[in-house]
């Protein structure tokens, strides 16, 4: 982890004197978990994959005022969640949004594989925080001590509402044979 | 565990099977390095003063709407006034209108095992065991809910608790300024926009929290109370695993040792007051 954290340090402060080449290995890293966190907060691919895009551009804008030290990894995702709340905050002064909890996950001409199944599950059946912190955990690889501090959420809080979470996942993958 | 571990390894498989590529995206429209916004200046000295304002702020209390910190229990005036009226109802701080359920008022519950352990994924409650520096075993108990204190001519409505901290959490979207703030935290993005604030505030035994009668059915408010305990290594005995009760050991700690009394009073407005105990045990929050 520490090493982890390092790599990430060295990166953003490449990144922060032009270093193009940093930009493609932080993005190889962490687009995944970037992607899977906005999709959390949006539940739409398209606005997830918007919000990516803007994560990155955010980083590479923002690199000089990183702090090393202070945890690359949680600093960029921070950005994605705010990125993502801000994006759903527009959309709904605009009225493009829906209800959010009445959105439903958009489907594509991929025949859906049984994780894909279970992955729109955990946008459909979760709330948003449940969504995150399943997100962070199974994407991101952080523990609920790390989601905590990113979700601003008190740790008993994560956990549990992860547990939850984990426990109307397993209850429906159950339900639908796929476990 | 074993399920946790499949169910989240899917989520992650299926996430990295379907997230598009947009790295040409950024590369294409990374802006040059002049262009680059200049880093922002820190203004410690505004800060700073931004909170001793604060403190002084709070420490004076005794407006509506905020702790007084050195404030007395309020006690009750005799008789309460013709047509004043006073019921509560208190619920699960995430549950929907329809399924508000209320919570006994006076009568303490008498949890079995199983109930402890089918609960323990309720919502709006956590508990946290943890081992101190110094070898003690604490225990902390959160539980949240909320409480609706109906009636007529209510004006305010004071909270108190005998045991624990009682705590007033607001969540807000795109809005930063509460006096009711004590600890809090706001997040904005890089344009200094507020995106989400969360207020804590912590009252602990012999002290007080007043709200005006309209104020407590704010919907982004909820109320909790946190139970914290400690035990030595010895007494701490009990099997901790992670995710699940030992229900004869940890169950029962949390069944006798983390319950307390929430007191709510209600001042009318002929200025004649009414209190109604609140015990809340560890069950409270599961119904």
């Not at chain 2, 008789?79 to 359920?101: Q, R, S």
Request: net charge negative; charged share 25%; glycine share 6%.
């Amino acid at each position: 982890v520490k090493d982890e954290k390092t790599l990430y340090d060295r990166l953003v402060t490449q990144m922060a004197a032009g270093d193009t080449q940093a930009l493609e290995a932080l993005y190889g890293a962490l687009h995944s978990a970037v992607y899977g966190l906005a999709l959390a907060i949006l539940k739409d691919r398209g606005d997830a994959e918007d919000v990516m895009q803007n994560t990155f551009l955010k980083v590479w804008e923002h690199a000089p005022q990183y702090q090393a030290g202070t945890d690359a990894k949680a600093w960029i995702l921070r950005i994605a969640r705010n990125l993502a709340y801000h994006h759903f905050r527009d959309q709904k002064q605009y009225g493009i949004l829906e209800e959010e909890e009445n959105r439903l996950p958009c489907r594509d001409e991929l025949t859906p594989s049984l994780d894909r199944i279970l992955l729109d599950s955990l946008l459909g059946t979760l709330d948003s925080c449940e969504r995150q912190i399943v997100m962070l955990y199974s994407v991101a690889g952080y523990s609920h001590k790390e989601i905590a501090v990113i979700v601003d959420r008190p740790y008993a809080t994560v956990r549990w509402k992860f547990r939850n979470a984990v426990k109307k996942l397993a209850k429906l993958a159950e339900r639908e044979g796929l476990l | 565990v074993k399920e946790t571990k499949k169910i989240t390894q899917a989520i992650r498989c299926a996430v990295e099977a379907e997230v598009p590529d947009v790295l040409p995206l950024v590369v294409r429209a990374l802006p040059l390095q002049k262009d680059r916004p200049p880093e922002r200046t820190r203004r410690p000295a505004l800060k700073y003063a931004v909170c001793l304002a604060a403190s002084l702020f709070f420490c004076l209390g005794g407006f509506l709407g905020i702790p007084s910190l050195f404030g007395q229990v309020l006690s009750s005036s005799g008789k309460i006034g013709d047509g004043n009226e006073f019921t509560m109802v208190a619920y699960a701080a995430e549950a929907p209108d329809a399924d508000k359920m209320e919570i006994a008022l006076s009568k303490k519950h008498t949890l079995t095992d199983d109930q402890i352990h089918d609960n323990w994924f309720a919502s709006g409650s956590g508990l946290v065991v943890q081992t101190l520096p110094d070898g003690q075993v604490e225990i902390e108990f959160e539980t949240t809910f909320n409480i609706d204190c109906v009636g007529t001519n209510i004006r305010y409505v004071t909270f108190t608790t005998s045991e624990g901290v009682f705590i007033r959490e607001q969540e807000l979207l795109n809005s930063a300024a509460d006096v009711h703030c004590i600890h809090g935290y706001t997040m904005t993005d890089f344009d200094g926009n507020v995106i989400q604030t969360h207020y804590y505030t912590h009252v602990p035994v012999g002290q007080q929290y007043t709200v005006s009668y309209a104020q407590q059915f704010d919907d982004t408010v909820s109320y909790g109370i946190r139970f914290t305990k400690q035990f030595s290594s010895e007494e701490a005995a009990w099997e901790w695993i992670d995710g699940s009760i030992d229900a004869g050991g940890l169950g029962a700690v949390i069944r006798e040792s983390l319950s307390g009394m929430i007191t709510i009073t209600a001042e009318f407005t002929d200025g004649t007051r009414d209190t109604r105990p609140l015990l809340l045990d560890a069950s409270d929050a599961y119904r």
